[in-house]
Structures are given as structure tokens and as C-alpha cells.
């Protein structure tokens, strides 16, 4: 499982980003993409650490993933975007610490010190105007005064722990899911954003959050939620290209009050967030919730974030699958936290 990520320059010069387990790469990703970049980085749960490779023509020996002190930091800090930066530049100062700077053009605007996945996600984000990163050459180093950019410190950790699961995928045969309005994208991959979006929103709060993909009957994942106090299932909707809503769902017969309160927050917040009409919470038999209310959880749901074969009609557009993902995702995270305050 990978443990940290490592920013390099391929042969051409381009970025080339790679999921590291110790010294050997799991997975990679060539691309100069800022949204590519943070997706990439999102998929990533058990990272807490990046770094960047030191120039050719160096001592190439894998660095540490220690390199830097390293303190927890559970959550981005959600600072408020900024437009005065076109691109970032990485690269590895004489200590061999990473430097990421925000570039203006030719310019730096600010830089974060530091070897923080989240907290590069975070820095990334502040600049809404600047879509791509560069691995900068050998001898590179900031010029000028320019801020420093430093993260928030993390919150105290709660007592609550929450488990999202990834809905589809993991199995034999692979189970994608629904598949979206452009006849391509995946429910599963989808219902990755969605969830990795909503543990970011939770762990902000400073509340415990783990994300699950796993292989099994529905039954016995549901069953993993034991000692949690969140169970939810992310999923995306579909049905003929025509319906669109929000929705989220307790167990028709062992589910009870808590369960569908869960569900009608997180189906509200859904419907706010996206502006789609609000199908509240609602009850069936489904394995997956009939596993974990088969466990001492305190709530289990599963959540429909839109329907993502809608082509659109007078009245609502056709969604922007990856933007209304990571923004349900947000909303799922945000009706948990908000039911935890309710019933804590």
C-alpha cells in the first residue's frame, strides 16, 4: 500500500507523480494538470507525505519519507481561494526539502516549505486561476521576498469515528457500477471522489474518518462498521437519462430513528449543495446497511448523490460529473458532521 508520494521529471521534462510503497513505485500519473494532480493525490488515503526528487546528476538514493518533521495535519485548512497566481513550480531546496511556489507568470506570489499531502492539496486550491505545475531544473530557488504560505494546525481529535464506503468496484468480476451521461465514466469512479471529498470535509471537523474499498459479499462489508459511529454507503444514482435527485436510505427493517434522520440531513444537504430536488431519506433492504445494522454502529446509511446519467432538461443542466461529485461528496461530509453535533 502506498506511503508516501514522489514528484519527479521524466525524460521529456514533464511532471511525472508516483504513489510510492518505500522506495518502489505502486502507481503513477504523467500529467502537468493542477486537477488531475490533487485527483491523483486524493486516491491516496493512507499517504500523509510527498517529496521531491532531487535533480539529476545528484545523489539519486531514495529519500526519506521522514525528511521533515512530520505532524499529522488530518485535514486541509479550506483557505479561501486566490487568482493571483497562473502555475506552481516544484522543487527540492539545498536541504532536500520540498518548496511548491505559486507562480504569477514569471513571478513568485507565495510558497509553502513543507511535505504535507493535505496541506499541498490545500495550498493548491488557494489559487483558483492556476490549472498546472512544473518540476522545476536543477539549481531552481525562489528570488525576491515572497510569503510563506503555512497550514493550519489540526484540530483535537474527536471521539467519533465515522467509515465511508466505496460503493462497486472491488471484486471478481468488477462491478463499475452505473454508468454516466457520457457512456465513459463509472459509478465506482465516481463514488471515489465522492467519498474521499466527504472524509476531508469530516476529518476537517477533527473527527476520525476512515474510507473503505473492499471486496466481499454486502453483507460482510457492512459488518467492517463495527465500533464506528457512521456507517455510510456513496453511491450515484441512475435510472433513464431523465430523473435527477438527491436521496439517501436506512434499512427498511433494522434501521430506527437515528438512521433515517442521518439519511434526510445528508439528502438535504445534497439537494442544497447541487440544486436538485430533494427525494429526502428513504428505506429499503439493502445488504450492505443490512451488515453493518447487524453491528453495535450507531447509524448506518447509504447515500444516492445525483443521478449521473441525467442529460438535463429546461429546468436543470446535464451535471459536471467530476465537479458535482467532489461538491456532493462535501455535503455528504458535512450531513454526517452536522448529525454528530445533533447526537453527540
Same mark, same amino acid.
Given at each position: 500500500m502506498a506511503n508516501w508520494i514522489l514528484f519527479a521529471r521524466d525524460s521529456s521534462g514533464m511532471p511525472l507523480v508516483s504513489a510510492m510503497n518505500g522506495g518502489s513505485p505502486e502507481n503513477s500519473l504523467s500529467t502537468n494538470l493542477k486537477a488531475n494532480l490533487i485527483g491523483f493525490l486524493q486516491l491516496f488515503s493512507g499517504v500523509g507525505t510527498f517529496l521531491v526528487a532531487k535533480p539529476s546528476g545528484t545523489d539519486n538514493e531514495v529519500e526519506s519519507v521522514d525528511l521533515l518533521p512530520r505532524t499529522d495535519l488530518d485535514t486541509p485548512t479550506n483557505s479561501s481561494a486566490l487568482s493571483s497566481a497562473t502555475w506552481f513550480q516544484f522543487f527540492c531546496d539545498d536541504d532536500g526539502q520540498p518548496v511548491v511556489v505559486a507562480m504569477d507568470g514569471t513571478n513568485p506570489a507565495e510558497f509553502y516549505k513543507g511535505n504535507l499531502k493535505l496541506a499541498l492539496i490545500d495550498f493548491l486550491s488557494r489559487y483558483s486561476n492556476a490549472n498546472t505545475f512544473q518540476i522545476a531544473p536543477a539549481g531552481t530557488s525562489i528570488s525576491g521576498s515572497v510569503a510563506e504560505w503555512k497550514p493550519s494546525p489540526p484540530l483535537p481529535p474527536s471521539k467519533h469515528r465515522v467509515m465511508l464506503e466505496i460503493g462497486h468496484g472491488p471484486g471478481v468480476p468488477f462491478d463499475p457500477g452505473a454508468i454516466a451521461h457520457d457512456s465513459v465514466t463509472t459509478e465506482h469512479s465516481l463514488n471515489i471522489i465522492a467519498a474521499n471529498s466527504a472524509r476531508n470535509v469530516i476529518a476537517k471537523a477533527g473527527i476520525n474518518c476512515t474510507v473503505i474499498d473492499t471486496v466481499g *459479499?454486502?453483507? +460482510?462489508? /457492512?459488518?467492517?462498521? *463495527? /465500533?464506528?459511529? &457512521?456507517?455510510? #454507503? &456513496?453511491?450515484? @444514482? #441512475?435510472? @433513464? +437519462?431523465t430523473v435527477q435527485r438527491a436521496e439517501a436510505f436506512s434499512h427498511a427493517t433494522k434501521g430506527d430513528g437515528l438512521d433515517s434522520d442521518l439519511a434526510g440531513m445528508i439528502a438535504t444537504e445534497l439537494s442544497k449543495t447541487l440544486s436538485i430536488p430533494n427525494a429526502g431519506a428513504k428505506k429499503a433492504k439493502l445488504g450492505v446497511l443490512s451488515g453493518a445494522e447487524d453491528t453495535n454502529v450507531r447509524v448506518a446509511v447509504l447515500a444516492e448523490v445525483y443521478f449521473i446519467d441525467f442529460k438535463g432538461n429546461g429546468t436543470l443542466p446535464k451535471p459536471h460529473l467530476k465537479d458535482f461529485s467532489t461538491r456532493g461528496g462535501e455535503a455528504i461530509g458535512r450531513g454526517i458532521v452536522e448529525w454528530l453535533k445533533k447526537h453527540p
Open positions: *459479499s454486502l453483507h +460482510g462489508i /457492512g459488518l467492517q462498521s *463495527s /465500533g464506528f459511529d &457512521v456507517f455510510c #454507503s &456513496v453511491h450515484h @444514482n #441512475s435510472f @433513464n +437519462g
